[in-house]
Nanobody, 125 residues
Framework: QVELVESGGGLVQAGDSLRLSCQAS????????MAWFRQAPGKEREFVAA????????RYLESVQGRFIISRDNARNLVFLHMNNLKLEDTAVYLC??????????????????WGQGTQVTVSS
């Protein structure tokens, strides 16, 4: 059974940094597209970042480009989201997801078959 467990969220101040982790289990995901999405209260879930199986390809939401970095450790079935210079608008529940192969449109939620429960990130002023 595939399971994704996120961790690393918390309450931080604007300008701070956080590193989120997603531990995948159930099988190896070294050949899978993986991504982070987020959902703020009262808003639709939105794509944040994606990474290809090898880590060569990445894609970001425009508003986090240059501040967030997605990475992965295939040996340990881990995916990370390094978040720097956090802003109030980054407040959300962050979820990781597993897809199939890299696509030209990794932001499409329908391309992901498994999702974690999420970890809360709250940015205060």
């Amino acid at each position: 059974q595939v399971e994704l467990v996120e961790s690393g969220g918390g309450l931080v101040q604007a300008g701070d940094s956080l590193r989120l982790s997603c531990q995948a289990s159930g099988r190896t995901f070294s050949r899978n597209l993986m991504a982070w999405f987020r959902q703020a209260p009262g808003k639709e879930r939105e794509f944040v970042a994606a990474i290809s199986a090898s880590g060569v390809f990445t894609r970001y939401l425009e508003s986090v480009q240059g501040r967030f970095i997605i990475s992965r450790d295939n040996a340990r079935n881990l995916v990370f989201l390094h978040m720097n210079n956090l802003k109030l608008e980054d407040t959300a529940v962050y979820l990781c997801a597993v897809g199939d192969a890299w696509t030209d449109t990794p932001s499409l939620q329908g391309d992901y078959s498994h999702w974690g429960q999420g970890t809360q990130v709250t940015v205060s002023s």
